[in-house]
């Protein structure tokens, strides 16, 4: 790694001065021979040579005489005209020593190699953050200061960075470029794609740290930790529902409205949300995906598949408040309740064998 060091290595014994380059040593000792020096008229920069100041003149003049014959970028210096020709040319002198990678220039190259070592030099003012790079730092400062340069020209959207634009224009266009090798579905965003192919992998990434539940969406799990915690920040503004989950809320709306979203094909029923569509479609198609592991029994609802399995564990949930009787299914209960209610209602006890016999 000591290849990759930014620390300045030539020591020059007259001055003590630390050079970065060891190209830089047979022009400083002028400084020390040569008394004329030559200063910037603008700031008060000084050089030893005259070419020196008169390269540094180009950064307030804002000139670019330096032109690529083969395309239109122009430039300050004529080293970065070097540098861009390398890009037509395919020639990558700078190569990492740790992979493949291989590029035109040389600050490319150091900035690679912070992939590969982890540094972070470039440290937000405004929070704990650092970045490798120093573009990825300056975007980041506009989320501090709220400065969104970026805007949309079809709608008001502004953005802090210029490819938040380029993805929000996709919007408009329609395109899609992002498709899944394993099916036809297509999105506008990569991490939208990304996070469609956990539906074929059935990766869950992210895991609920009080409970076992673990989920493909990031939101997702935000949403599922508010049941833990409590949280239902979604609350109706007709009645004094709330919901842990914006879409628990648009459901439960559709009881004050009384839009009814989800209809049969098979029939004129309409259901306000999907999941009662779901168990009433299997009516018409007699489909019955919930089995029973113990016995050859199938039902189209899970509810059914529930009250059916207390028949063989003899779970009775349904207990009589007035004496020991108790069911397996809550309309049995209803049933003996009546049975109280009669000519028996003075006494603590009712005949539950003749009950039982007439279930």
Not at 62 to 75: G, R
Not at 108 to 111: A, G, I, K, N, P
């Given at each position: 790694?000591?290849?990759?060091?930014?620390?300045?290595?030539?020591?020059?014994?007259?001055?003590?001065?630390?050079?970065?380059?060891?190209?830089?040593?047979?022009?400083?000792?002028i400084?020390?021979?040569?008394?004329?020096?030559?200063?910037?008229?603008?700031?008060?920069?000084?050089?030893?040579q005259?070419?020196?100041?008169?390269?540094?003149?180009?950064?307030?003049?804002?000139?670019?005489?330096?032109?690529?014959?083969?395309?239109?970028?122009?430039?300050?210096?004529?080293?970065?005209?070097k540098?861009?020709?390398?890009?037509?040319?395919?020639?990558?002198?700078?190569?990492?020593?740790?992979?493949?990678?291989?590029?035109?220039?040389?600050k490319?190259?150091?900035?690679h190699?912070?992939?590969?070592?982890?540094?972070?030099?470039y440290?937000?003012?405004?929070?704990?953050?650092?970045?490798?790079?120093?573009?990825?730092?300056?975007?980041h400062?506009?989320?501090?200061k709220?400065?969104?340069p970026?805007?949309?020209?079809?709608?008001?959207?502004?953005?802090?960075?210029?490819?938040?634009?380029?993805s929000?224009?996709?919007?408009?266009?329609?395109?899609?470029?992002?498709k899944?090798?394993?099916?036809?579905?297509?999105?506008?965003?990569?991490?939208?794609?990304?996070?469609?192919?956990?539906?074929?992998?059935?990766?869950?990434?992210?895991?609920?740290?009080?409970?076992?539940?673990?989920?493909?969406?990031?939101?997702?799990?935000?949403?599922?930790?508010?049941i833990?915690?409590?949280?239902?920040?979604?609350?109706?503004?007709i009645?004094?529902?709330?919901?842990?989950?914006?879409?628990?809320?648009?459901?439960?709306?559709?009881?004050?409205?009384?839009?009814?979203?989800?209809?049969?094909?098979?029939?004129?029923?309409?259901f306000?949300?999907?999941?009662?569509?779901?168990?009433h479609?299997?009516?018409?198609?007699?489909?019955?995906?919930?089995?029973?592991?113990l016995?050859?029994?199938?039902?189209?609802?899970?509810?059914?598949?529930?009250?059916h399995?207390?028949?063989?564990?003899?779970?009775?949930?349904?207990?009589?408040?007035?004496?020991?009787?108790?069911?397996?299914?809550?309309?049995?209960?209803?049933?003996h309740?009546?049975?109280h209610?009669?000519?028996?209602?003075?006494?603590?006890?009712?005949?539950?064998?003749?009950?039982?016999?007439?279930?």
């Open positions: 790694m000591d290849s990759y060091t930014t620390e300045k290595t030539f020591t020059l014994e007259v001055c003590g001065v630390d050079l970065s380059q060891k190209s830089e040593i047979k022009h400083h000792p400084r020390h021979t040569v008394e004329e020096t030559y200063t910037c008229e603008i700031c008060d920069a000084v050089f030893s005259k070419s020196n100041l008169l390269t540094h003149m180009v950064t307030h003049t804002k000139q670019k005489p330096y032109k690529c014959e083969i395309c239109d970028a122009t430039f300050a210096r004529k080293w970065n005209l540098a861009h020709i390398k890009i037509h040319t395919g020639e990558k002198p700078y190569k990492c020593e740790l992979c493949d990678a291989a590029f035109c220039q040389k490319e190259l150091q900035t190699v912070r992939k590969h070592t982890g540094e972070k030099p440290q937000c003012g405004f929070c704990e953050a650092a970045f490798s790079h120093r573009t990825t730092l300056l975007h400062i506009r989320i501090h709220g400065e969104k970026y805007k949309c020209e079809i709608c008001d959207a502004a953005f802090s960075q210029k490819s938040g634009l380029h929000h224009l996709r919007i408009h266009t329609g395109e899609k470029p992002y899944c090798e394993i099916c036809n579905a297509a999105f506008s965003l990569k991490h939208h794609l990304q996070r469609h192919i956990r539906i074929h992998t059935g990766e869950k990434p992210y895991e609920c740290g009080i409970c076992e539940g673990a989920f493909s969406h990031r939101s997702t799990l935000l949403e599922h930790i508010r833990h915690k409590g949280e239902k920040p979604y609350k109706c503004e009645c004094d529902a709330a919901f842990s989950q914006k879409s628990g809320l648009h459901s439960h709306l559709r009881i004050h409205t009384g839009e009814k979203p989800y209809k049969c094909e098979f029939c004129d029923a309409a306000t949300q999907k999941s009662g569509l779901q168990p479609v299997r009516k018409h198609t007699g489909e019955k995906p919930y089995k029973c592991e016995c050859d029994a199938a039902f189209s609802q899970n509810r059914g598949l529930q009250v399995i207390r028949k063989h564990i003899g779970e009775k949930p349904y207990k009589c408040g007035i004496c020991d009787a108790d069911f397996s299914r809550k309309y049995q209960l209803q049933t309740m009546i049975l209610t009669r000519s028996h209602t003075s006494t603590n006890k009712c005949d539950t064998d003749d009950f039982m016999l007439s279930m």
